[in-house]
Nanobody, 124 residues
């Protein structure tokens, strides 16, 4: 079983930056694709980005990210990160870390393991 714990959320002004972390425990996640999703109140859980387990290639939801976010992972620490720059009020949401044994996943139901989420608030 994989347990994921996010951290790093908080309140930031528009234009600011945050770095989210997702620490995995229970099993090594070096063979898992790790993803980030976000969900605003009353809205669906949307894909943000993911990083593949086999070659560490990253892919993003461009309509969301637009070059502002960067995903990375440190397999030695069993941790993935999401660096978010130039934050906008519309980025405010609960951000979730997820893991899947699939090599590729852009939809929430493709992920087997989830963290509890960390809240990001962006003030205008």
């Amino acid at each position: 079983q994989v347990t994921l714990v996010e951290s790093g959320g908080g309140l930031v002004q528009a234009g600011g930056s945050l770095r989210l972390s997702c620490a995995a425990s229970g099993r090594t996640v070096s063979s898992y694709t790790m993803g980030w999703f976000r969900q605003a109140p009353g809205k669906e859980r949307d894909f943000v980005c993911a990083i593949n387990w086999s070659d560490n290639s990253a892919y993003y939801e461009d309509s969301v990210v637009k070059g502002r976010f960067t995903v990375s992972r440190d397999n030695a620490k069993n941790t993935q990160y999401l660096q978010m720059n130039s934050l906008k009020p519309e980025d405010a949401a609960d951000y979730y870390c997820a893991a899947t044994r699939r090599a590729y996943g852009r939809v929430w139901y493709q992920y087997e393991h989830w963290g509890q989420g960390t809240q990001v608030t962006v003030s205008s």
